[in-house]
């Protein structure tokens, strides 16, 4: 049984400022509430409209290290001993301060999970709140958000499979045998009871596959529930990973592996073996990974950097960026920019896009064939060129030849570069 700790925040006293903040101690949300305390501070994270309160200044600074005091006495007698600031409040505040209070007060009440703390130099008096994560089944976390957790022995397992209807998944390798899921459900949901009629969850874990399966019971187009995904498994696992809508990322994994999302980006980082990654509506960068590595995108950029191996990039409409990179590569776009760096020559480069500009930027030692097709062509002159030149296509050896470079644009310019 695990404990997640959510934060109540009670009185902000930033500088000058009395207000009252019911928020959770969950990175996202503690940005939004941190940007809405120059202006307003909300007093409940579903409502924030008809919660807000404006700024409140205070005269009597030196009352405040008295709060410290309270952090000796329970949650609930701390915020009764907090209505004693409503004498320092205008009269036109007042009422409202101290009927914030009271709605803390009110919902705390009888809970006795609940401790309290003041941050004078932030001006906050947070009351903390420990929530048990029951593994295997929804458990409330903090207000509108709940965690399925399950942990696993991962020592002889080879794949890895989650999928989401909607949501973020984040895949992480670890030196440790043991792996867990941790999947967090937000929105607008009243009860554990209430998210069980809109997700169902189908989990199977044998000698072999551990599999997890969220599936949307509803019209996922009239939900309001988003999930968030965290796999942690030994990084030498197979992996396969699908969201409809929704990012992934993925670091520190060896083995074959397979990420898809219907609408959201892919990031990758220091994998190795065969990786396919499949957007139909977002960007896909790799870093620092080697082997047969794939990328297709229906619409946006894929980016590789310091990758090493077997490349094949495909994207319908977006820009193609690959740096510090070598290896075997084929990149196609359908109406973008292609821009090659590499460091060294050890495979074969074709490259094509049908609208847009071919740069390859190469050391000067390179020997390669080379085909160069477009509106315009150039190669720079610090090459040793054998071969012809034109207009719209330069044909030949650099450095006396040796591997097939193939750089094309139906309507764009193809360049080649040095880059020492």
Request: with cysteine; proline share 2%.
């Amino acid at each position: 049984m695990q404990n997640k700790s959510w934060e109540i925040v009670v009185a902000g006293l930033l500088l000058l400022v009395v207000a009252i903040v019911i928020t959770s101690n969950k990175s996202d949300s503690n940005q939004e509430y941190e940007k809405q305390a120059e202006y307003t501070i909300s007093v409940n994270n579903q409502d924030t409209e008809s919660s807000s309160i404006k700024v409140i200044d205070l005269k009597e600074l030196e009352k405040l290290e008295e709060l410290k005091q309270l952090e000796s006495l329970s949650a609930l007698e701390s915020l009764e001993s907090l209505k004693s600031l409503s004498g320092l409040v205008p009269q036109e505040a007042r009422e409202k301060l101290v009927t914030e209070i009271n709605k803390a007060i009110a919902e705390l009440e009888g809970d006795t999970s609940v401790s309290v703390s003041f941050d004078l130099e932030d001006g906050l008096v947070l009351l903390h709140k420990n929530y048990e994560l029951v593994p295997g089944q929804w458990s409330k976390i903090s207000p509108g958000v709940y965690a399925y957790s399950k942990e696993f022995d991962a020592s002889g397992l080879k794949r890895s499979t989650i999928s989401i209807p909607a949501g973020s998944i984040t895949i992480v390798g670890t030196n440790n045998p043991k792996a867990e899921l941790l999947v967090e459900a937000s929105g607008q949901i009243k009860s554990s009871d209430e998210l069980d009629k809109y997700i169902s969850i189908s989990s199977a874990i044998d000698d072999t596959d551990a599999v997890f399966s969220f599936e949307s019971l509803v019209d996922e187009s009239k939900s309001n529930i988003q999930l968030q995904a965290t796999l942690s498994v030994p990084s030498n696992m197979e992996i396969y990973s699908v969201t409809k809508a929704g990012h992934i990322s993925s670091t520190n994994i060896i083995g074959d592996q397979s990420y898809k999302t219907l609408g959201g980006h892919i990031e990758l980082e220091s994998l190795d073996g065969e990786i396919a990654a499949i957007t139909e509506g977002g960007h896909i960068s790799i870093s620092e990974s080697s082997g047969v590595i794939i990328l297709e995108s229906l619409g946006g950029h894929l980016n590789v950097e310091e990758c090493e191996g077997d490349i094949t990039l495909k994207t319908a409409g977006g820009n193609i960026g690959i740096d510090k990179t070598s290896g075997v590569l084929n990149a196609r776009t359908g109406g973008g920019n292609i821009d090659i760096d590499i460091v060294k020559s050890t495979g074969e480069i074709d490259a094509k896009t049908s609208a847009g500009t071919v740069n390859l930027h190469i050391p000067t030692n390179i020997k390669a064939n080379i085909i160069l097709s477009g509106t315009s062509t150039r190669l720079d002159r610090a090459f040793t060129f054998e071969g012809s030149r034109k207009k719209g296509e330069i044909l030949g050896k650099i450095g006396g030849g040796g591997v097939q470079y193939t750089l094309r644009t139906s309507f764009g310019a193809v360049n080649v570069t040095k880059n020492d």
